[in-house]
């Protein structure tokens, strides 16, 4: 018997991966009052527990953390058990202080969750998974481009009438360079359509790191992938997506075609900046913000010390930062440095560079584009970065 369900752990396995694999995908946060991580959250708890039990069954000889695991999370952990004692002025409860602590533990059961699965299946089996999971991502995208360009007044986010009205207003006018915006804000999945964009970025770069059977399969799929970070309308997106994907073709080609593609990306590059110049206003809401919040950053030597070394905590730390009272500071850098300080944006980089250390090169392929988009928007808590990491080094 013990045998038995020591043979069945592999299966539990890859029930487990699939399970968190797909909550991955179901971040329609418009069934959730806009809490887009309400389904990952919870899977990712249960797991945790799930596998934590079996951890000390007699049967079970798997460990779902090594040696040096142990030494990392118990720094990381008791660094920010540490700043709890600094934020306690901006929690009113009990219930503030754990959900900064499961703030932090769902990034890291996220990582060291799927990695624990994928080591004990096959490479073949991690890698259906993964191709699974890109379909999945496909016709989520496909859903939610749909639901925002049919109905872009549907702004399932937003407790503005008004608001609402200057949607509506806006989006009567038809897609342009000067309206895009008000297709931006109805978004099934997130709060702007922006963190779609990041969210199948990562999608981009698995499927481009995957094998396929056919040739023609992989430029088809890499081809619906970009069109679909392209109907996000986030540029930030639009032109990592690019570079990952040249990065590819270079990567493929012979150095004489290199030559060629560097002469054609220079070329192109040049003719969409002029393009860009004579037929896009960077004045719309959506770029000015992102100027005013690097702006915002310059506060950082005006605030206290244990603010600047420690950040003011989950609840209200992404809002220092920002470029208007009351608005979240969506660039990666102001919301860290609002949340956790020098030191714990510092620890936060430290935990990457981790992750780097155990899953290898690969991981820089989800790394850098959120880096780079990041400056524009993105969530430096989003568990898909940290799923892909987790069993990028199996593809």
């Given at each position: 018997m013990i045998k038995t369900l020591d043979d069945l752990v592999p299966s539990f396995k890859l029930i487990s991966l699939s399970l968190i694999s797909l909550s991955v995908l179901l971040r329609f946060d418009f069934l959730f009052a806009g809490a887009?991580?309400?389904?990952?959250?919870?899977?990712?708890?249960?797991?945790?527990?799930?596998?934590?039990?079996l951890g000390v069954l007699p049967f079970f000889k798997s460990k779902l953390l090594q040696k040096e695991d142990w030494y990392f999370l118990i720094s990381f952990l008791s660094f920010f058990l540490l700043a709890h004692f600094f934020w306690l002025d901006q929690m009113n409860d009990v219930s503030a202080f754990f959900r900064n602590q499961f703030h932090f533990l769902y990034i890291l059961s996220g990582f060291f969750l799927t990695r624990f699965f994928c080591a004990g299946l096959s490479d073949t089996q991690v890698k259906r998974v993964v191709k699974m999971t890109i379909i999945g991502a496909i016709v989520v995208g496909f859903l939610e481009s749909f639901f925002r360009f049919t109905m872009p007044t549907l702004d399932l986010n937003s407790e503005s009438t008004e608001y609402l009205l200057e949607i509506y207003e806006g989006a009567q006018t038809g897609l342009s360079f000067e309206s895009f915006y008000f297709f931006k804000m109805s978004s099934i999945m997130f709060f702007d359509s922006n963190y779609v964009g990041t969210f199948l970025l990562v999608f981009l770069a698995l499927h481009l790191l995957s094998s396929y059977s056919s040739r023609w399969i992989k430029v088809g799929m890499t081809?619906?992938?970009?069109?679909?970070?392209?109907?996000?309308?986030?540029?930030?997106?639009?032109?990592?997506?690019?570079?990952l994907i040249s990065f590819f073709i270079w990567k493929d080609w012979a150095l004489k075609s290199k030559w060629l593609l560097v002469l054609l990306s220079l070329f192109l590059s040049v003719s969409l900046l002029l393009f860009v110049q004579d037929n896009v206003s960077f004045s719309d809401g959506s770029f000015i913000t992102k100027l005013q919040i690097l702006e915002g950053l310059s506060n950082y030597f005006d605030q206290d010390l244990s603010v600047a070394l420690m950040g003011m905590g989950y609840e209200v730390g992404g809002y220092l930062y920002s470029y208007m009272s009351g608005g979240y500071a969506h660039i990666h850098l102001a919301i860290l440095l609002g949340e956790l300080g020098l030191l714990g944006t510092l620890v936060y980089f430290g935990y990457w560079y981790f992750i780097r250390v155990?899953?290898?090169?690969?991981?820089?392929?989800?790394?850098?584009?959120?880096?780079?988009?990041?400056?524009?928007?993105?969530?430096?808590?989003?568990?898909?970065?940290?799923?892909?990491?987790?069993?990028?080094?199996r593809i």
């Amino acid at each position: 018997m013990i045998k038995t369900l020591d043979d069945l752990v592999p299966s539990f396995k890859l029930i487990s991966l699939s399970l968190i694999s797909l909550s991955v995908l179901l971040r329609f946060d418009f069934l959730f009052a806009g809490a887009n991580r309400y389904i990952p959250f919870r899977v990712i708890i249960l797991l945790t527990v799930v596998w934590m039990i079996l951890g000390v069954l007699p049967f079970f000889k798997s460990k779902l953390l090594q040696k040096e695991d142990w030494y990392f999370l118990i720094s990381f952990l008791s660094f920010f058990l540490l700043a709890h004692f600094f934020w306690l002025d901006q929690m009113n409860d009990v219930s503030a202080f754990f959900r900064n602590q499961f703030h932090f533990l769902y990034i890291l059961s996220g990582f060291f969750l799927t990695r624990f699965f994928c080591a004990g299946l096959s490479d073949t089996q991690v890698k259906r998974v993964v191709k699974m999971t890109i379909i999945g991502a496909i016709v989520v995208g496909f859903l939610e481009s749909f639901f925002r360009f049919t109905m872009p007044t549907l702004d399932l986010n937003s407790e503005s009438t008004e608001y609402l009205l200057e949607i509506y207003e806006g989006a009567q006018t038809g897609l342009s360079f000067e309206s895009f915006y008000f297709f931006k804000m109805s978004s099934i999945m997130f709060f702007d359509s922006n963190y779609v964009g990041t969210f199948l970025l990562v999608f981009l770069a698995l499927h481009l790191l995957s094998s396929y059977s056919s040739r023609w399969i992989k430029v088809g799929m890499t081809s619906i992938l970009f069109l679909l970070i392209c109907l996000t309308l986030s540029r930030a997106a639009m032109l990592v997506g690019v570079a990952l994907i040249s990065f590819f073709i270079w990567k493929d080609w012979a150095l004489k075609s290199k030559w060629l593609l560097v002469l054609l990306s220079l070329f192109l590059s040049v003719s969409l900046l002029l393009f860009v110049q004579d037929n896009v206003s960077f004045s719309d809401g959506s770029f000015i913000t992102k100027l005013q919040i690097l702006e915002g950053l310059s506060n950082y030597f005006d605030q206290d010390l244990s603010v600047a070394l420690m950040g003011m905590g989950y609840e209200v730390g992404g809002y220092l930062y920002s470029y208007m009272s009351g608005g979240y500071a969506h660039i990666h850098l102001a919301i860290l440095l609002g949340e956790l300080g020098l030191l714990g944006t510092l620890v936060y980089f430290g935990y990457w560079y981790f992750i780097r250390v155990k899953q290898g090169v690969k991981v820089l392929y989800i790394f850098i584009p959120f880096l780079i988009v990041g400056f524009s928007l993105a969530d430096p808590w989003e568990i898909s970065y940290f799923w892909a990491c987790g069993l990028i080094n199996r593809i």
